[in-house]
């Protein structure tokens, strides 16, 4: 399992050139990988690009683009020219975010699981051979793009629900997850996005795993501020329906504890069939430096040997 390092998702406190300072210690960390989500703050693709000038090995991707708010040929253009800006490592993960935030925008949120299957019906084309011509209920569209030194990517959706994974399996190359605990990576995610893969005569899918890490002495604490930190996702209907996988909350799917704790916790994940995982650290305890650098200085000897 691929070890990498993910920001946003609960906030991220450094400007556009802090964060691509960012990448650039992960990579003379040796991390394999280093994901943005986008939420309010900085555009991710924009990120990458920076970054990309930056750094020579290490994989950059999104969890996740929203795809309501950018057409299909935006988001292709966008993300070809980032990808040859890295040189060929931009990993795009994409999805419908939540309706809440997408009806606060003025936009429509139905027929997610059509949107998203015409969305790759479109992007895909585009990306592997610069051109597209397709019609649907949702997007009819004659394109093609030339973007120097523009090169093929993964693309990754944000697929929870059987639906979904069903689009992901067929259309994509995987999935990139959060607040999916092991037993809904195991029981659910891999299986159903493995099953279309196969189906579909395509290759077996990346299953990107996005969870909260903290290293700390006192587990029950941890959780606890896991729970206080990552509250809101419990709320969120698409989060809600796979913690309900396990019957869980945002607390429980943080990998937190001791240092060999934490190591197990992982490595269940790997068994789980995760082959991507996407440590997003935060703080325990009154010294938030000193606990970050804990975490991260012991997800740095996992890289490789999990």
């Known amino acids: 399992m691929r070890l990498g390092m993910f920001i946003g998702a609960s906030g991220a406190p450094w400007d556009i050139f802090g964060q691509v300072e960012q990448v650039v210690l992960a990579e003379e960390d040796g991390f394999d990988s280093f994901w943005f989500a986008q939420i309010a703050g900085l555009d991710a ?10 750094t020579s090995r ?3 991707g999104t969890a996740v683009v929203p795809t309501y708010t950018r057409h299909p040929n935006v988001m292709a253009q966008q993300a070809l020219s980032a990808n040859a800006a890295a040189r060929g490592r ?16 003025g936009l429509s949120y139905n027929h997610t699981a059509r949107h998203v299957r015409e969305y790759l019906s479109v992007l895909r084309p585009l990306v592997h051979e610069g051109r597209v011509e397709f019609h649907g209920r949702m997007y009819d569209i004659t394109a093609a793009l030339q973007v120097p030194g523009a090169q093929p990517f993964p693309i990754l959706v944000s697929a929870l629900a059987p639906a979904m994974l069903e689009i992901a399996g067929e259309l994509a190359e995987g999935t990139v997850t959060w607040m999916a605990g092991r ?17 579909a005569g395509r290759p077996a899918p990346r299953v990107a795993v996005g969870v909260p890490v903290a290293m700390c002495d006192d587990e029950a ?3 606890e501020r896991a729970g206080r930190n990552f509250q809101m996702y419990g709320n969120l209907t698409n989060y809600r329906r796979i913690l309900d996988v396990e019957g869980s909350n945002p607390a429980d799917i943080a990998v937190c504890g ?11 994940f790997a068994s789980a069939g995760a082959t991507d995982l996407l440590a997003s650290i935060y703080p325990v305890g009154e010294n938030t430096r000193a ?15 999990l």
């Not at 693709?45 to 930056?54: K, N």
């Not at 931009?90 to 925008?105: D, M, N, V, Y």
């Not at 037993?183 to 189906?199: F, R």
Request: proline share 5%; glycine share 10%; charged share 25%.
């Open 221 to 223: 604490e941890g959780r």
């Open 291 to 305: 606990s970050v650098e804990r975490t991260r200085g012991f997800l740095k000897t996992l890289v490789g040997n």
């Open 183 to 199: 037993k809904a990576v195991e029981t659910h995610i891999v299986p159903k996005i493995s099953a279309a893969a196969a189906a």
């Open 90 to 105: 931009l990993a795009l993960g994409i999805g419908p975010s939540h309706r809440p935030g997408i009806e606060r925008l």
């Open 58 to 60: 290490i994989e950059i």
């Open 258 to 268: 001791p240092e060999a704790s934490v190591e197990k916790q992982l490595r269940a």
């Open 45 to 54: 693709l924009t990120v990458i690009a920076l970054a990309g000038t930056r």
